[in-house]
Nanobody, 124 residues
Framework: QVQLLESGGGLVQAGGSLRLSCAAS????????MGWFRQAPGKEREFVAA????????YYADSVKGRFTISRDNAKNTVYLQMNSLKPEDTAVYYC?????????????????WGQGTQVTVSS
């Protein structure tokens, strides 16, 4: 089992940057595929980015490709989401998630563990 704790959210102007962090408990962080999702008010939770266990592969939603970068540091049990060129439509609660299954990493249903979320607000 793993517990996830996000941090780094906040209020930023359009065009600005934020870096989200997700710290995981436990000694087996390297066994998990990690993902970032977001949920805006009144909308369903949607995929943002995912990374494989060794960071060899990364995946992005089309809406963030070229602006966001997912990375991980297995020695620090942490996954990151660097967000650049932020837009008002990026405003949402951002969640990190973990799974041991290497399938359908863009789907919320693929993940077993979720953090509590961190709010990102982008003003125009």
């Amino acid at each position: 089992q793993v517990q996830l704790l996000e941090s780094g959210g906040g209020l930023v102007q359009a065009g600005g940057s934020l870096r989200l962090s997700c710290a995981a408990s436990g000694r087996t962080f390297g066994n998990y595929f990690m993902g970032w999702f977001r949920q805006a008010p009144g909308k369903e939770r949607e995929f943002v980015a995912a990374i494989t266990r060794s960071a060899a592969m990364t995946y992005y939603a089309d809406s963030v490709k070229g602006r966001f970068t997912i990375s991980r540091d297995n020695a620090k049990n942490t996954v990151y989401l660097q967000m650049n060129s932020l837009k008002p439509e990026d405003t949402a609660v951002y969640y990190c998630a973990a799974t041991t299954a290497p399938f359908r990493l863009t789907a919320t249903s693929a993940y077993d563990y979720w953090g509590q979320g961190t709010q990102v607000t982008v003003s125009s």
